[in-house]
């Protein structure tokens, strides 16, 4: 399953994402005000419970969030998201995964992963600005469903159709929100017109 956001601020803010001539520190902080608003749209259905507050006035009957929420950044791309959703939640967990694609196979080689033990029970977050193959998203909700997790949900800033046919095939259960399904990848396994390497375009490393 997925959603697409389309909502106007997400669109206009990914245009400039996108754009070649946008540097690493204005590239970071839309990075950042992305995942802000597809996180608040990935979280719609999480639960609630009653509490009851004293206003100045009365008593109102007010909800707050009832769940552990764990993020899972894909390193180290997805660390890029890691203030957009920290913005939303202050109070969620953070494990994180180190997956990168090798350069000629494309396949995602896994190198590092520390998660904290509530990944077992609460709701998993995964932030990647990229799903392209899918290859390290399928490998990351391979990991966390090993680890315990059941309910885990996918936020990336562009994918395209041969990824997310990938994460839905390996994993149904899962939710997908994303700002872009591009057309295609390239020869290359770059998603096109995608926004070019985001770990790169992020931490200034081209
Ligand atoms: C990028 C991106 C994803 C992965 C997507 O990471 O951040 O993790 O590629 O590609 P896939 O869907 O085909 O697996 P990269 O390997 O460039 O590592 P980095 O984040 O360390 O730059
Ligand atoms: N990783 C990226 O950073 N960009 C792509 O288009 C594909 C993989």
Redesign the pocket.
């Given at each position: 399953m997925h959603e697409e956001v389309k909502h106007p601020c997400v669109q206009h803010k990914l245009a400039l994402i996108r754009n070649e001539d946008t540097g690493h520190k204005k590239f970071r902080e839309l990075a950042t005000e992305i995942t802000m608003f597809l996180c608040y749209e990935a979280l719609k259905n999480v639960r609630l419970k009653k509490i009851e507050v004293q206003t100045p006035v009365a008593k109102a009957q007010c909800h707050v969030i009832d769940e552990d929420i764990v993020v899972v950044p894909i390193l180290r791309?997805g660390v890029g998201m890691l203030d957009g959703i920290l913005g939303l939640i202050p109070t969620a967990r953070v494990g994180f995964v180190g997956m990168y694609?090798d350069e000629k196979t494309k396949e995602p080689v896994s190198y590092y992963h520390r998660l904290p033990p509530q990944t077992d029970g609460g709701v998993c977050i995964v932030i990647d600005?990229?799903l392209?193959t899918g290859g390290s998203t399928v490998a990351t909700l391979d990991l966390l469903k090993d680890k315990g997790a059941t309910t885990i949900i996918v936020v990336c800033i562009?994918t395209c159709p041969e990824g997310l046919k990938k994460v839905e095939q390996a994993h149904p259960d899962v939710v997908v929100y994303t700002a872009a399904i591009d057309a295609h990848?390239n020869e290359r396994?770059?998603?096109v017109p995608?926004?070019?390497?985001?770990?790169?375009r992020l931490f200034g490393t081209s």
């Open positions: 791309a694609r600005p990229m392209a562009v990848l396994k770059y998603i995608g926004l070019g390497d985001a770990g790169d």
